[in-house]
């Protein structure tokens, strides 16, 4: 069985800072696929950013990247610029391509603070 | 908007009672989940579907069933609520296309008393 493990509890970072959350996974499979999700106060799992196995290139979205290191199994997000709002709970999760079940595994999660 | 909708946002019951946590989507998804988040666990999987007829147990299915009679609607039925089962709880669904991820609902915040 595949598990996600985010061995940071909670992190901090100065506004304008950069920032990176950490995760790893462990799994026996060659093809699969990554995600961040962002949690804020307002309770609602926002999708931030996304990487398929098979791509060596990290995915980028705006000022959210990751760096994927496939061999490592680790999965970690970088924050650049932080901002405010970017305050929230971070899950790193996993999802197998093949099988029936296709359904997310999730980290315990990154609680992140950002402070002015 | 399109997405998924939970209902209600908010629930106390007392203990032994049973109530239904609705959820629909309208993006013809074919998987739709159920996870239950507690501090600091995370989100954990209750129960899945892969299309209307079709669901199987996650990994803390005791105390809930899942009905799916159609692709739109997976609610949530606690049988006779536990204080354990105090916790927000999360439906999802996701196209054929895992690489997409999942939609998530607004939660459910439900106590048992």
């Known amino acids: 069985a595949q598990t996600v493990t985010q061995s940071q509890p909670e992190m901090s970072v100065q506004e304008a800072e950069t920032v990176t959350l950490s995760c790893t996974y462990d799994?026996?499979?060659?093809?699969?696929?990554l995600f961040w999700y962002k949690q804020p106060p307002s309770r609602q799992m926002i999708l931030v950013i996304r990487?398929?196995?098979?791509?060596?290139q990290n995915a980028t979205e705006n000022r959210f990247s990751v760096n994927f290191q496939k061999a490592a199994k680790s999965f970690s997000l970088k924050i650049s610029d932080s901002q405010l709002g970017d305050a929230a709970m971070y899950f790193c999760a996993y999802r197998s391509e093949v099988g029936s079940q296709g359904n997310l595994i999730f980290g315990k999660g990154t609680k992140l603070s950002v402070k002015p | 908007n399109a997405g998924v909708t939970q209902t209600p946002k908010f629930q106390v019951l007392k203990t032994g009672q049973s109530m239904t946590l609705q959820c629909a989507q309208d993006?013809?998804?074919?998987?739709m989940s159920w996870y239950r988040q507690d501090p600091g666990m995370g989100l954990r999987l209750i129960h899945y579907?892969?299309?209307?007829?079709?669901?199987d147990q996650g990994e803390v299915p005791n105390g809930y069933n899942v009905s799916r009679s159609t692709t739109e609607d997976f609610p949530l039925r606690l049988l006779s609520a536990a204080p354990s089962q105090t916790s927000v709880y999360f439906c999802a669904s996701s196209s054929n296309s895992r690489n997409y991820g999942y939609t998530f609902g607004s939660g459910t915040r439900l106590t048992v008393v």
């Open positions: 579907s892969v299309g209307a007829g079709i669901t």
């Open positions: 799994t026996s499979e060659s093809d699969y696929y």
């Open positions: 993006m013809n998804h074919e998987y």
């Open positions: 990487q398929e196995a098979y791509k060596q």
